[in-house]
């Protein structure tokens, strides 16, 4: 055996630092990197298959961080009687700052990227769960919020497009015909709830607003999707682009 086998061997670890340290023994820790590795992966790859501001490198290497700072920790703890895991608190701290930078505003004054931030912040501590060894709590956590991800969006837009409120990005080929449109709205049984004039558009040739209603009309509530009220809107004259935001 030369020094290099020797020094990552299970005898010369328990010899000098305990029996604990076969948790550290570098099977163990390829194990934990490679664990963190693909379950980053695979919600990293999630999210590039839809577009989003993080994808699968950004993933992978937050998983990673939170599982290097659960490995030190556990390290310290052991080694150190540390009563504290400082360092998996601060990975988790820095993938809240991180995840912070991917929540953008749109054109439309649309939020986007909670979803993806807060997906960054889970992923964090589930590295460093699969850090300290808690394999079982790392798999839940991954399994959930993988069908969290993938499955609920479905339900949710199941749900919105049954809600009796709804946002619209309107497009108006002059501020002169917003009173026409209001006054269509009244007559469909709808209620304005707020209009948001959209200066990001300004000097393009239409006037966009941002449009939120509820839906009064029972005849409307039961049989009308809300993407079948947008369609009959599209048909109006002065209306140039109506959609769902």
């Known amino acids: 055996m030369d020094a290099l086998d020797f020094l990552v061997s299970r005898d010369f670890l328990a010899q000098y630092f305990g029996e604990w340290s076969m948790h550290l023994a570098l099977p163990g820790v390829m194990l934990r990197l490679a664990i963190s590795l693909i379950l980053g992966a695979a919600i990293g790859w999630e999210r590039t298959n839809k577009r989003h501001s993080a994808g699968l490198r ?4 937050i998983t990673l961080a939170g599982t290097a700072a659960g490995l030190i920790d556990f390290f310290l703890l052991e080694v150190y009687g540390s009563s504290s895991f400082f360092i998996s608190g601060t990975a988790v701290l820095s993938a809240t700052i991180i995840s912070a930078r991917s929540i953008l505003f749109n054109s439309r004054t649309q939020i986007k990227g909670l979803t993806t931030a807060a997906a960054l912040w889970m992923m964090g501590l589930l590295g460093v769960a699969v850090g300290i060894g808690l394999y079982m709590t790392a798999l839940c956590l991954f399994a959930v919020l993988f069908f969290t991800l993938s499955v609920l969006p479905v339900l949710e837009n199941f749900l919105d497009d049954k809600s009796n409120h709804f946002e619209v990005h309107l497009e108006l ?3 002169k015909s917003l009173p026409l449109f209001a006054a269509t ?37 039961k049989y009308k999707s809300h993407q079948e009220i947008i369609d009959a809107l599209g048909t109006l004259d002065y209306i140039v682009h109506i959609e769902e935001i």
């Open 185 to 221: 709205i009244r007559k469909l049984g709808m209620k304005i709830d707020d209009i948001e004039y959209n200066p990001a558009y300004k000097g393009s040739g239409v006037s966009v607003y941002s449009v939120s209603f509820t839906i009064s009309n029972e005849e409307l509530k």
């Open 58 to 61: 950004t993933f992978i290497t």
């Open 173 to 175: 080929n002059s501020a």
